[in-house]
C-alpha cells in the first residue's frame, strides 16, 4: 500500500515515521516554550536610613507609572 523502512528490525510504514516526527516536533516546541513566568526581582535597596528607602520606591514607582502613561518616543527618520 506504501512504502515501507525496516527500524530495528521491524517494518514500519512512511506515514507513522511522519506522524512521529511531527509529534515529537511539535511536542518538543510546546514544552520548550511553556515556562514558568516570574517576575524578574528587583535588586535590593541598601539605603543607609528608612526615609531613603521610602524616597527611593516612591522614586520608582512615580518612573514606571509615567513610562506606562506616555511610551518613548520613536526615534527620529532622516
Same mark, same amino acid.
Given at each position: 500500500? !506504501?512504502?515501507?523502512? *525496516?527500524?530495528?528490525?521491524?517494518?514500519?510504514?512512511?506515514?507513522?515515521?511522519?506522524?512521529?516526527?511531527?509529534? =515529537?516536533?511539535? !511536542? !518538543?516546541?510546546?514544552? %520548550?516554550?511553556?515556562?514558568?513566568?516570574?517576575?524578574?526581582?528587583?535588586?535590593?535597596? *541598601?539605603?543607609?536610613?528608612? $526615609?531613603?528607602? $521610602?524616597?527611593?520606591?516612591?522614586?520608582?514607582?512615580? =518612573?514606571? =507609572?509615567?513610562?506606562?502613561? %506616555?511610551? %518613548?518616543? %520613536?526615534?527620529?527618520?532622516?
Amino acid at each position: 500500500m !506504501g512504502q515501507y523502512y *525496516n527500524l530495528f528490525g521491524q517494518k514500519v510504514a512512511s506515514q507513522y515515521l511522519a506522524m512521529g516526527v511531527l509529534g =515529537s516536533l511539535f !511536542g !518538543g516546541v510546546y514544552l %520548550a516554550s511553556g515556562g514558568s513566568s516570574k517576575t524578574p526581582a528587583t535588586p535590593p535597596i *541598601n539605603a543607609s536610613s528608612s $526615609d531613603e528607602a $521610602d524616597f527611593i520606591k516612591k522614586f520608582l514607582e512615580t =518612573s514606571e =507609572s509615567t513610562e506606562k502613561q %506616555a511610551p %518613548a518616543a %520613536a526615534p527620529a527618520k532622516h
